[in-house]
């Protein structure tokens, strides 16, 4: 039996992170579901249909991949309560092979943010990095549709099971991102529906896999502060766009926060971006 199934299963019946982490620690997946038998007399029978379940959506090429797999992100041990978990569609090896940036930002992003966003998004996909976001509206749907429109590798990780994306407007979107060579995550089994806590929950995946945080535009209460929280938590470095001169729309005052209390590095010119890049590069030995 594959550790997927054993943590599925385990899963299944309630378990938390630490439960299956404990119960796996010194076992092989089968047995430790046979240590457990004796209270629980159907979990090998109900392994053996959520293995069948997994073959199945093989085919449809949704896959799960649990702590123990070999391609399971190293950057997920930065996170308290780590997954044990993931659905995945796509090549998720590709982590490993490239710099990974997040690039966050408001829902309703003013025509200055649009703009410096694809401009900065044209850097880092000339220096081939995989560019993660949440598929949310907004800023994060301009990352990840911009990417696929110059063929690069975007990532995106979903508040829901990840055959149901969520907008539904962006379920087109999401497809593209996988035949274009991305691919989805979620730690949530296929079909959820996402729960309002699901979202901060999706957002902290986000800014462990990142090795580099980019902000494009937020208010001190967007949804994007609980990346950017994550990310100063695991010592992710933080770029944010410098607000216009200009009395131009846009809410900025997460970004000035960020700036003005040094837990964010104002981007100033290309070279700002290309500093951080090279010394990541540097640190995961890439060329």
């Given at each position: 039996?594959?550790?997927?199934?054993?943590?599925?299963?385990?899963?299944?019946?309630?378990?938390?992170?630490?439960?299956?982490?404990?119960?796996?620690?010194?076992?092989?997946?089968?047995?430790?579901?046979?240590?457990?038998?004796?209270?629980?007399?159907?979990?090998?029978?109900?392994?053996?249909?959520?293995?069948?379940?997994?073959?199945?959506?093989?085919q449809e090429k949704?896959?799960?991949?649990?702590?123990?797999?070999?391609?399971?992100?190293?950057?997920?041990?930065?996170?308290?309560?780590?997954?044990?978990?993931?659905?995945?569609?796509?090549?998720?090896?590709?982590?490993?092979?490239?710099?990974?940036?997040?690039?966050i930002g408001t829902?309703?992003?003013?025509?200055?943010?649009?703009?410096?966003?694809?401009?900065?998004?044209?850097?880092?996909?000339?220096?081939?990095?995989?560019?993660?976001?949440?598929?949310?509206?907004?800023?994060?749907?301009?990352?990840?549709?911009?990417?696929?429109?110059?063929?690069?590798?975007?990532?995106?990780?979903?508040?829901?099971?990840?055959?149901?994306?969520?907008?539904?407007?962006?379920?087109?979107?999401?497809?593209?991102?996988v035949e274009t060579?991305?691919?989805?995550?979620?730690?949530?089994?296929?079909?959820?529906?996402?729960?309002?806590?699901?979202?901060?929950?999706?957002?902290?995946?986000?800014?462990?896999?990142?090795?580099?945080?980019?902000?494009?535009?937020?208010?001190?209460?967007?949804?994007?502060?609980?990346?950017?929280?994550?990310?100063?938590?695991?010592?992710?470095?933080?770029?944010?766009?410098?607000?216009?001169?200009?009395?131009?729309?846009?809410?900025?005052?997460?970004?000035?926060?960020?700036?003005?209390?040094?837990?964010?590095?104002?981007?100033?010119?290309?070279?700002?971006?290309?500093?951080?890049?090279?010394?990541?590069?540097?640190?995961?030995?890439?060329?």
């Amino acid at each position: 039996m594959k550790p997927r199934t054993a943590v599925a299963t385990l899963i299944s019946y309630g378990f938390s992170k630490k439960e299956v982490r404990k119960t796996l620690l010194h076992r092989e997946p089968l047995e430790a579901l046979e240590f457990i038998k004796g209270s629980r007399p159907k979990i090998l029978e109900k392994a053996e249909k959520i293995e069948e379940i997994i073959k199945n959506k093989l085919q449809e090429k949704f896959y799960p991949i649990c702590y123990k797999d070999k391609y399971w992100p190293k950057s997920l041990k930065a996170i308290k309560d780590e997954p044990v978990l993931l659905w995945g569609k796509g090549d998720i090896r590709k982590l490993e092979r490239q710099v990974n940036v997040a690039v966050i930002g408001t829902r309703e992003p003013s025509q200055y943010s649009v703009e410096m966003e694809k401009r900065i998004l044209k850097i880092l996909l000339e220096q081939k990095c995989n560019i993660i976001s949440g598929l949310a509206l907004g800023c994060d749907t301009i990352a990840h549709r911009e990417t696929v429109r110059n063929k690069g590798v975007t990532v995106a990780v979903l508040p829901s099971g990840i055959d149901l994306p969520k907008p539904e407007t962006n379920a087109t979107l999401s497809e593209e991102i996988v035949e274009t060579g991305g691919f989805l995550l979620s730690e949530y089994p296929l079909g959820h529906i996402p729960e309002k806590k699901n979202y901060v929950e999706r957002d902290r995946i986000v800014a462990a896999l990142a090795d580099i945080v980019i902000v494009i535009e937020c208010g001190m209460k967007s949804g994007t502060m609980h990346t950017v929280n994550y990310a100063v938590e695991y010592d992710r470095p933080i770029l944010a766009v410098a607000p216009p001169k200009k009395n131009l729309p846009g809410d900025y005052s997460g970004n000035i926060f960020l700036i003005n209390e040094k837990k964010a590095k104002p981007i100033i010119d290309k070279e700002t971006i290309m500093e951080k890049i090279l010394e990541i590069k540097q640190q995961k030995n890439l060329n």
